[in-house]
Each structure stands twice: as structure tokens, then as C-alpha cells.
């Protein structure tokens, strides 16, 4: 039995004590005191069915005992700077990860977060281009660091932050964008920002496969190729954000880039890296790499040995129970049967993502698509009373995320489904 305080009392502790700007979902916030594969269990032992926590990095489940002994074993036999000695533990990870990248993707540099390593993949692509232009999408989300709440581009994410050489492009959002699902129409902007904006050459464009925060946008087909070849012309790298999408969540492949038919020039990464260990990382080629040599680049924790030997045994954990197959199987399942909930309840607009990262869009008029933001907060408040935990995200705040462990069952998909149906037919 749990013998820690109860909610309210750090509940109280959090408002005297920690930033204001901290946020906890719902009106009565749980306290999870463990977790274990896909479920996470409260301070009376109530459990639930976390639907959410691939966001928050968990992709083998919570506290998977491969991982937990890699971390344990790593930790009583060193914790150090990485950059100091030699010690196996980042090599090992830097050469399984550089396998999983295609092509010339073979060079790794380890950070502590998404933002970190955002961050770096910016600053590379500007040293490497010796342009300071960069372009992002709306809605996009890539950190909040000088240079990554920069390219971040929706507004309740931003302070007052120099947006020096960024340009945010027409999001390619098949359900609420322009052009519907012509991603070689929306790539034209694109090219007018390059003609109109810059000296027509630019250091990179960066992009997520699939928009995460911003409410599981799925890039329209043909988008990225056509800006690819865009960004290419203008001299440009192309950055993948593979943050969320990454590490088998899509199902059909390894990383979320793979299914646009692109091969970026550097991928970033973090959360399901470390399955809940603090891990970030860039992957790029060795052309592009050298131009670190110019200066120290250094990171006293990025790649440290216990967080890059937590790395190694996720992907050996991803590997060894087939995670990304599972993603495919239960993903393909549940869009499903969230499709059908679409068929009966007019608020719900859109339900769309691959794999085990999932949205459904709530609107009051799908004609007019009007954002339903009271009935998302409702729905979600409610399935949790009913044991489940979702996400939230989009820009009005009115997108379910649905974003589970990726050891989900498709008796956890069904759970999901049905505590939400219930919940839609009392409204
Ligand atoms: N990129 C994407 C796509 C993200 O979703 C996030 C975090 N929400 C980040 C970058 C930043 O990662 P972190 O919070 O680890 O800095």
C-alpha cells in the first residue's frame, strides 16, 4: 500500500513551491504513484489505462524490467560526464541507433532533451549552409529554447522570443488546411517563402512526420517530397523531428519520415528514446557532423552511460517483442473502431494518425468545423473517472491524443473505445 502523501497535499505543495506555469491535467488531478506496461495505478491502487504516456516517452511500457535493469545495473557501476574518458555504453547506442537510419545517417550526437536536440540540428544546419533561414510549419511544436520556440509556431507555446531567420509555412492539415489533402499544392508556399522572405537560399526546413502537441496532424500526402525537392534547390537541409513519431509509434515503419518517401539530412530525436529516461539525440551525416569540429561542442549528461544504456535497451526491447508490428496491429484496430464512434456521434469531426499515435478532433458544427473545447475537456475528465487516461492537444485544444505505450492490447484499445462511447452517449 502506498504510504506517500495524499493528492491534496501535493497538490498544495506544487502551487506554493513550484513554477505556476506548470500544468496537470484534469479538474481533480490524479496521483500516480506506479506504473507497469500500459497502465499506471493511483494512490488507492485504482488503475488505469494510460493511453497517453507514449507522449511522455514511455514506447516499452512503464518501468519495463529490461529497461529498469539496464539502468540499475548501469547506475551502480558508473554515472559520469560522457565527454571526459571512454566507456562503452554511448558507443554501443551510437552504433544500434546510426543502424536503424537509412542511408548516410550514421553520425550521433547525444543531448539531454527534444528541445537540446533541436536546438542542435538547427545550429548544424546553419554552420553547414552558412544561411540563417530556417522554415517551419504552423502548428508545429519543437521545443522552448531560444531557437526551438522559435520554430514552435503556435502561440499558446510562445513568450517573447527573437524569431531571428524563421519563416512558418501553410500547415499541409488535410482536415483544416486550404488545399485539403494536395501537399504538393501547400509545398508552394514553401517556395514563396524562399522567393519573397530569404536571399533564396535557406539553412534548413523542419518538420515533424506527424504533428504531436498540434493535435496528431498528418502531413498531406506529397508534401514533404515536394518540399524536399524545394529546400534542396534553395541549398537547404531538411530536418525530421522525429520526437514523437519515431521509434516504431507509426507502425508501418521505424521512423515517421520514412512513410513520405524522404531521407532527411538530420533526424532528431528524444521521449520514446529513453523510454521515460531523460535522453535526446541527433543523427546526421559525417559531411555534416564535421562541422562541429569548428569549436567545442560539449554536453556534460548528453549521452551520459545510464541514459544511453536505458537507450540500448529500448531498442533491444523494441526489437525483441516486436513493438512497431504490435503498433500496426492494435493502431489499425483502434482507428478503426474510433472511425465507427465518428459514424455515430456528430461532435466527433475527424479521427485521424497511424500506428499508436491517434487523434480524434471534436468539433460542435462539421460543417463549420467549429472547435468543441468545453466537450473535449468533458470527455476526457469522464473517461478518466472511467479508468482512462488521453491526451489533448491541437491548437483550440479540442483533439484527443491518443498516444499509448506501444505494448497496447487491442482489449486496452477496446476499453479506450467503449469508455469513450459511453461517455459520448450520456452528453
Ligand atoms: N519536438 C516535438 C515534436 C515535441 O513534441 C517535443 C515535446 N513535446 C519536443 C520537440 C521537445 O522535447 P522536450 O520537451 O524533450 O524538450
Redesign the pocket.
Known amino acids: 500500500p502506498y504510504a506517500g502523501p495524499a493528492a491534496d497535499e501535493i497538490l498544495a505543495k506544487r502551487r506554493e513551491y513550484l513554477s505556476p506555469s506548470i500544468l496537470h491535467m484534469y479538474k481533480n488531478p490524479v496521483n500516480i504513484v506506479e506504473g507497469k506496461k500500459q497502465y499506471l495505478f493511483d494512490e488507492n491502487g485504482r488503475r488505469y489505462v494510460d493511453a497517453f504516456g507514449g507522449?511522455a516517452t514511455v514506447c516499452c511500457g512503464h518501468c519495463h524490467p529490461d529497461v529498469v535493469e539496464a539502468i540499475v545495473n548501469q547506475t551502480t557501476k558508473l554515472q559520469h560526464s560522457t565527454v571526459l574518458y571512454l566507456n562503452h555504453a554511448i558507443a554501443d547506442f551510437a552504433q544500434a541507433l546510426a543502424s536503424k537510419l537509412p542511408g548516410d545517417l550514421k553520425v550521433v550526437f547525444f543531448t539531454?532533451?527534444?528541445?537540446?536536440?533541436?536546438e542542435l540540428a538547427i545550429l548544424m544546419a546553419r554552420m553547414y549552409t552558412g544561411c540563417h533561414d530556417i522554415i517551419s510549419l504552423r502548428n508545429?511544436?519543437?521545443?522552448?529554447?531560444a531557437g526551438?520556440m522559435g520554430a514552435t509556431a503556435q502561440s499558446i507555446w510562445k513568450f517573447n522570443v527573437v524569431q531571428s531567420g524563421i519563416h512558418h509555412a501553410v500547415n499541409p492539415d488535410p482536415y483544416r488546411g486550404i488545399f485539403g489533402s494536395d501537399g504538393e499544392k501547400y509545398a508552394r508556399d514553401v517556395q514563396d517563402i524562399i522567393n519573397f522572405g530569404t536571399s533564396g537560399h535557406v539553412a534548413a526546413f523542419m518538420s515533424?512526420a506527424i504533428?504531436?502537441?498540434g493535435g496528431i496532424v498528418e502531413l498531406a500526402p506529397g508534401y514533404l517530397p515536394a518540399v524536399y525537392n524545394t529546400i534542396k534547390k534553395a541549398g537547404g537541409l531538411f530536418i525530421a523531428?522525429?520526437?514523437?513519431?519515431g521509434f516504431g509509434r507509426t507502425g508501418s515503419h521505424f521512423w515517421g519520415f520514412e512513410s513520405h518517401n524522404v531521407v532527411p539530412d538530420i533526424v532528431?530525436m528524444?521521449?520514446g528514446i529513453g523510454n521515460g529516461f531523460?535522453l535526446?539525440a541527433v543523427v546526421t551525416t559525417p559531411e555534416i557532423a564535421e562541422v562541429l569540429t569548428h569549436r567545442n561542442y560539449f554536453n556534460t549528461f548528453g549521452g551520459n552511460p545510464v541514459s544511453t544504456a536505458a537507450g540500448l535497451a529500448v531498442l533491444k526491447v523494441i526489437e525483441k517483442e516486436q513493438l512497431q508490428k504490435n503498433a500496426l496491429e492494435v493502431g489499425t484496430y483502434l482507428k478503426e473502431r474510433l472511425t465507427s464512434l465518428k459514424d455515430k456521434y456528430e461532435l466527433i469531426g475527424d479521427v485521424r494518425g497511424r500506428g499508436l499515435i491517434l487523434g480524434v478532433e471534436l468539433v460542435t458544427d462539421r460543417e463549420l468545423k467549429i472547435p468543441a473545447k468545453e466537450e473535449t475537456l468533458h470527455v476526457m475528465d469522464q473517461m478518466k473517472e472511467l479508468g482512462v487516461l488521453i491526451g489533448k492537444g491541437g491548437y483550440y485544444g479540442n483533439v484527443f491524443r491518443i498516444t499509448p505505450p506501444l505494448c497496447f492490447t487491442k482489449e486496452d484499445a477496446d476499453f479506450v473505445v467503449d469508455a469513450m462511447d459511453l461517455t459520448l452517449s450520456r452528453m
Open positions: 507522449i539531454n532533451s527534444g528541445t537540446e536536440a533541436n508545429a511544436y519543437h521545443g522552448n529554447a526551438t515533424e504533428q504531436g502537441v523531428d522525429e520526437v514523437q513519431a532528431t528524444a521521449k531523460p535526446g
